[in-house]
């Protein structure tokens, strides 16, 4: 899977976005990694999001129903689930 370099996430009136001069937000770099069966990454995206909020929204709209890891350079920010639907 190639990098998606064209997801940005602005959440507006958030304490963690910094606005500069020019009117930008600043927006921090995330890598969210889906993995296979026995927990080995078997693909990745790349976004940019205002904080880890954000980007946990956003990995939650990509994971496309595997189990996936949230990072943000070195640091791991959390590993979200896979949760099947009930079908009641």
């Known amino acids: 899977m190639k990098p998606n370099f064209g997801i940005v ?6 304490a963690a976005s910094a606005v500069s001069n020019s009117g930008l937000v600043a927006v921090t770099g995330y890598r969210l990694y889906g993995l ?25 709209t990509l994971m496309d129903g595997h189990d996936c ?19 009641d």
């Open 69 to 87: 890891e949230l990072w943000q350079g070195q640091r791991f920010v959390t590993r979200i689930k896979h949760q099947t639907k009930r079908l």
């Open 36 to 60: 296979d069966g026995v927990n080995k990454v078997a693909s990745g995206e790349w976004f940019e999001a205002d904080d880890d909020q954000a980007a946990i929204e956003v990995a939650r």
């Open 9 to 14: 996430v602005h959440v507006a009136d958030t």
